[in-house]
């Protein structure tokens, strides 16, 4: 399980990082209903990581991506993939980026959590974390690292466990940080908000680059 744990934690640490949730989950404890709308991000974006983890994981082992065999080589082409695939996101993060002086184009629906409902706010945190492109090729990695690792039920769940709580905590962290310091946070989130907004292509471009690249490694030893 430790071996496992150790698979999973860069991947997590890049969900966590990444800057659009966190930007996402900022916004909404600054919109007028900051309580339902938040709480409502928080649990969908948990909620995104466990069931897309979880339906992985699931797949990892009745496919039979053991450590063993023949299954052995075909976990260890999926992480190949999976890597290739990361490293292309890489890529096109880091050209989309805006140029020097130029202003970030925010989303569209960012502007839009300012009237989200708790419901709404939860099913956009749990396509973002479940069904993006960049959050979902961690996930798909995460899950076939732990299908693919022929732990006990038991073990499986602590690990997934461990995982959605590293990758959720940034989004957790601005909830209670909020909670406990209302009107100190909002200067700092505001803040830290505008940070993130105009890095984001390049932050997540260089982790995913780092990530991609140590997927390929993993794929490559283990074929």
């Known amino acids: 399980m430790h071996q496992v744990i150790g698979d999973i934690l860069p ?27 938040s709480l409502g991000f ?21 496919i039979g991506l053991s ?10 082409i999926v992480k190949l993939v999976l890597g290739a695939g990361v490293v292309l996101l890489a890529v096109r993060q880091w050209r989309s980026r805006p140029r020097h002086g130029v202003e970030p184009k925010a989303p569209k629906w960012m502007a839009a959590i300012d009237t989200m409902t708790l419901p709404k706010a939860a099913g956009l945190a749990f396509l973002l974390s479940g ?6 090729a961690m996930i798909l990695a995460a899950g076939v690292s732990i299908g693919s690792a022929g732990l006990p039920l038991g073990q499986v769940v602590v690990v997934l466990a461990i995982f959605t709580a590293i990758a959720g905590c940034t ?53």
């Open 131 to 136: 069904v993006n492109p960049k959050n979902l």
């Open 42 to 62: 928080l649990l969908g974006w948990l909620a995104g990581i466990v069931v897309v983890g979880a339906v992985v994981v699931a797949i990892a082992s009745a």
């Open 171 to 223: 989004v957790a962290l601005p909830v209670i940080a909020y909670a406990v310091a209302r009107e100190k946070a909002r200067g700092i989130l505001d803040e830290l908000r505008t940070w993130l907004v105009a890095h984001n292509a390049a932050v997540m471009a260089a982790v995913l680059g780092l990530i991609g690249v140590a997927l390929i490694g993993k794929g490559i030893a283990g074929i």
């Open 11 to 37: 991947l997590a640490l890049t969900v966590a990082i990444s800057p659009i949730p966190i930007v996402a989950v900022i916004l909404s404890l600054l919109a007028p209903q900051a309580g339902g709308t």
């Open 67 to 76: 450590t063993h065999g023949s299954g052995s080589t075909a976990g260890a």
